[in-house]
């Protein structure tokens, strides 16, 4: 199913397809810091080691599923809460897609729901507006109906594709006289941590902290930040 502008109904948002926009060009970026023998500093809660390979793309967060239902059927389309990643764009819109979209159809059997994987559905925001949801129209002027008008704010958020993944190293401070860190890990193509594991370190056993291949030498940690050098970064490909 494929979304478009209704005549005579000015929407913030539809499905694209009405031109030919220019496709957004994201340079893969490469991060692998601080560089071994690096000196830094950083507050609790901050990121002290990173290592990725991922897009850091325009996008679209929702702070709950965009529903909407019709056509003939009735067909319910959901698109998930998270981010729409910017596509496309043109001198008026700019064309969001969603990468986990999919539809309810009835199925053979009464009361049988069926869902089908609509990827890479897309939204189109004017450029100049805020993005507020209103509601959209099919191509044969069937109205869609709106089921939820969630919140959309534009941001950046990373875009990860299949061999895409990050790993950061966080310092969340002191406590019991443990130095506590956190270790976060995303692989493939998802927009959340999918490995998160709490660390903790017992300075009576030394200034070296050694995880999954990074060391750093703690030169001085308390409660509200951090000083240390880098030994060595986290391995230089992912575990599976």
């Not at 998802?190 to 902290?209: H, S």
Request: charge should be neutral; proline fraction near 5%.
């Amino acid at each position: 199913m494929r979304l478009g502008s209704a005549a005579g109904f000015l929407a913030l948002f539809v499905l694209a397809g009405c031109a030919e926009p220019m496709r957004l060009e994201v340079p893969l970026r490469v991060v692998d810091s601080p560089r071994t023998g690096d000196v830094a500093h950083a507050d609790a809660g901050s990121v002290i080691l990173e290592q990725g390979r991922y897009r850091v793309v325009e996008a679209l967060s929702s702070d709950g599923d965009i529903e909407w239902e019709g056509g003939l059927f009735g067909v319910q389309t959901v698109l998930p809460a998270g981010f729409l990643v910017a596509r496309r764009h043109d001198e008026r819109y700019t064309y969001y897609a969603s990468l986990g979209g999919y539809s309810r159809l009835p199925g053979n059997k009464p009361g049988e729901t069926l869902t089908i994987a609509v990827p890479d559905m897309e939204l189109r925001v004017e450029n100049d507006k805020s993005p507020v949801l209103n509601e959209t129209a099919l191509p044969n002027g069937a109205v869609v109906r709106l089921l939820t008008r969630p919140t959309l704010k534009r941001t950046m958020a990373n875009l990860y594709d299949a061999a895409g993944y990050r790993r950061v190293l966080v310092y969340k401070g002191r406590a019991r006289e443990r130095w506590l860190f956190e270790y976060q890990a995303t692989n493939g193509a998802r927009a959340e941590p999918d490995v998160t594991q709490q660390v903790e370190y017992d300075p009576k056993d030394g200034n070296i902290v050694s995880y999954n291949g990074a060391r750093i030498e703690i030169i001085d940690a308390n409660d509200r930040a951090i000083t240390y050098r880098v030994l060595s970064t986290f391995r230089s490909e992912p575990r599976s």
